[in-house]
């Protein structure tokens, strides 16, 4: 099997003491530093940008997950590439057409950083499996983007083996993230359907014992 990743929300760690809660991620063994970027109007969340995303990178060795869920994500590649983003994603209904969301993928590509296109759970995949030829990373919204703590929604992971079998038949090397509600009860199936990087908020900054949580995420123990 695969080796699993886990790339744990900031979004719901401690904005007072967010260096604690960033430096914790590789002292629990987690691999990723989630960014959760909102801009109010493609969802009705606001929380942080470009310069919330340097200073975090400022901080840690782990490579930053930066997830824009901002309306024409393609006018900002430069600046979050600037703020340290190793992995770069966006929602491609959110760009001003199916050419801009491309150029921009091909454009994170030539700066050296993973491409990837984030899909939520009203996103049919054959509408943007084009893309996948520019994407180093997919993710797959296991909720609607917005919000840290909502519940999984199951049908995400017909999704999942979707894109799995998109992969597959194209001979594509490209990792499946998953995002949202994702907890110790249905890592599982989200591997079984062929998820390598989870991203998890809640289930490790509420839990009493993170570092546990994410050898159980990874399955390593049960
Ligand atoms: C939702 C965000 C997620 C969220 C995950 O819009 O993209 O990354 O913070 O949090 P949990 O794991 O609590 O659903
Ligand atoms: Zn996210």
Redesign the pocket.
């Known amino acids: 099997m695969c080796k699993i990743l886990i790339s744990p ?4 760690g401690d904005f007072v003491n967010m260096k604690k809660s960033v430096s914790a991620i590789s002292d629990w063994g987690g691999d990723l530093v ?1 960014c ?1 970027v ?1 801009d109010g109007v493609y ?1 009705s ?1 606001l929380t942080f940008g470009m310069p919330m995303v340097s200073a975090i990178k400022k901080i840690t060795s782990l490579p930053l997950d930066v ?1 824009l ?1 901002i309306t024409r994500p393609e006018k900002y590649i430069d600046a979050f590439i600037e703020a340290g983003a190793d992995y770069l994603t966006f929602h491609p209904d959110a760009s001003e057409s199916i050419e801009c969301a491309r150029d921009a993928l091909k454009k994170i590509q030539s700066k050296g950083v993973k491409s990837g296109i ?1 899909f939520n759970p009203n996103i049919k995949f054959k509408d943007y499996s084009e893309l996948m030829y520019y994407c180093d990373i997919v993710l797959i ?10 519940k ?1 929604i199951p049908e995400s992971l017909d999704k999942v083996s979707e894109a799995k079998e998109f992969i597959k038949k194209n001979k594509l090397n490209i990792p499946i993230e998953i ?5 110790e009860s249905n890592a599982k199936a989200a591997i079984d359907a062929g998820v390598t990087i989870l ?8 839990s009493v014992d993170p570092r546990t949580t994410i050898k159980k995420l990874k399955l390593e123990i049960e």
């Open positions: 929300s900031i979004l719901s989630h959760d909102m969802v969340n997830h869920m984030v919204m296991s909720v609607y983007a917005g919000y840290g703590g909502q999984f995002d949202g509600g994702i907890t991203v998890a908020g809640s289930a490790i900054y509420k």
